[in-house]
């Protein structure tokens, strides 16, 4: 454990990297995909970009027993206190603006950066058939991305 390492409300999070490597075991994070459940580029980037978009409410598809956890601690259901709004992100300014959005079609992988609550907010998913598995969220403490 590494104290710390991230705030959310003025609470200090600690991380659990051996947990981290730990969800490979259920969510098999570098198994590829059989070809017939594989998700295109652009429905993994999609799922990403929804989520960030409209979150809480854009939380979607994800199965019933799809974990989340955030720098390895916690093991919440993927969507805990947040909803699937129907359609996609219109104009205006989005929730959790993505700066980066990418994907491992192979695997089934997306990833997606932006800023959270004073923090460095990195989210990978886990997705096939059209369905998420499991959610990794790393967070980091910092004034700015480093981006703009």
């Known amino acids: 454990m590494r104290p710390g390492d991230y705030k959310v409300s003025g609470q200090n999070f600690a991380s659990n990297t051996g947990a981290i490597i730990a969800s490979g075991d259920t969510v098999k994070w570098e198994e590829p995909v059989p070809e017939n459940e594989r998700n295109s580029r652009d429905e993994l ?3 990403m ?3 960030f978009w409209m ?3 854009g939380v979607c598809n994800t199965v019933s027993n799809c974990k989340r956890i955030e720098n390895g601690g ?3 259901t993927c969507s805990a206190g947040a909803s699937c709004n ?3 992100p219109g104009s205006g300014s989005p929730a959790l603006p993505p700066r980066l959005i990418f994907a491992d079609v192979e695997r089934g992988i997306g990833v997606g950066f932006t800023m959270f609550m004073g923090n460095t907010d990195m989210h990978m998913f886990k997705m096939r058939g059209g ?3 499991g959610v990794s969220a790393i967070l980091g403490a910092a004034s700015s991305s ?3």
């Open 49 to 51: 970009e929804k989520y």
């Open 131 to 133: 369905q998420v598995y």
């Open 146 to 148: 480093g981006w703009e």
């Open 45 to 47: 980037e999609g799922w």
């Open 86 to 88: 129907p359609g996609q």
């Open 55 to 57: 979150f809480p409410g």
């Open 74 to 76: 916690g093991s919440f």
